[in-house]
């Protein structure tokens, strides 16, 4: 389903510590499956995609229920609880929504007053059912998002009838939101002990969304499935290690940024997924990749010429999707003004590819090597396949890193100093202190 091809990489920098290296990615791979390593009360999204067969009749009807009476599922989540979802209905829905089953909207995601305001007008006149999702039931941007339109369905429909509406994806016993659906009596799905935000794109989480935008989540679970199964083997070429071993190897050769990069719009939302699962797993102790990503050809008329001519830090891993789903063709024009009759019945895709050669070469000339992930069709198998070939990735890179790719220690600084501005109760001394901080930022400027 995935071919890792490394043509585009110097031998040189290809073969660099490969031996040594292997072995330590074989070692990690075998403590993550162990549960050995740090974080391992985190490891059970290992298995999710066989386990969550047994949830499937249940998605499904809940999603069919939302169908069959709204017009809209506004799923309010932030971070691992919205990107995965966002990336599956982007990569696997058409571009106009004309053929969705329902109109998915996602809120909670930023604090865009303007947003909220305008998806509270927009609501007004339709059907709309939500579903919150928060592992730890008490992150400030989904919180707020879902306060303003649990207040906004109640205004119209009633209470009772809210109540219907909403469904809460969140921890079996902790957190605000999980004692709000108690008490209100939501409908409730439960984001396992053992599985963290960014790993959890094939539980409910993201499953229910997909579902109700009429994606074949069983389809996604089943490449899921495949993958699990091919690519927690210990064999020198599971595309897992070769992926590893390059990032590591190039990271060794002192390259500092990675991006993710693909020539099909659809997977825009992917690579903020991937960015999310590995810039959070892996950026500690400052140590690991900067991740960021392109989409070309768009970024070839923007970033290309950094890639190609400015500071040598980076190398590129692009997704290559063998067959598009749609191709079309140039057609004959008689008077050939635009000049573009030596195209004629080229294929749109033909076009793209070669534009994709082309970049890999002149990239490569320019010291930015790539590595390509091929990928037969932009399905729900493939899918699924993709996203457990990422997380396994970069679970195991974590590890070869020496850090634990399970927890974002880094991402509570700011939430402290911002509740500490917002005077939460029970950051006082903290408050007076960041007070006393802007005072003389203020001074000195
Ligand atoms: O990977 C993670 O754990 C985080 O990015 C979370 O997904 C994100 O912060 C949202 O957290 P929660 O689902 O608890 O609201």
Redesign the pocket.
Known sequence: MLKIKTTYIDDALKQAEEKELLETIKKAHKTLLDRNGPGREFTGWLDLPTMMNAKLPNLNQTAQHLKEKHDVLVVV??????LGAKAAIEALKPYFKADYDMEIIFAGHHMSSEYLLDLKAYLKEKSFAINV???????IE?AIAFRMLKQLLEEKVGKEEAKKRIVATTDANN?ALRKLADKEGYETYV?ADDI?????VLSP?GLLPMAVAGIDIEAVLEGAQIAQEELNRSTTDNPVYRYVLTRHAMLNAGKTVELLGHYEPKLHFLTEWWK?LFG?SEGKNHKGLFVSSVGFTTDLHSLGQYIQDGKRLLFETIINIKEPKKDTYIAKSSENLDGLNYLEATSIDTINKKAMQGTLLAHMDGEAPSLVLELDRLDAKHFGYLIYFFELSCAISGYVLGVNPFD?PG?EAYKKNMFALLEKPGFESETKHLKERLKDVKKTR
């Open positions: 989540g932030i971070g691992g609880s919205y999702i928060s592992k730890s039931g008490t992150t989904p957190g984001i963290g935000g960014r790993y959890s989480v999310q959070e974002q991402v």
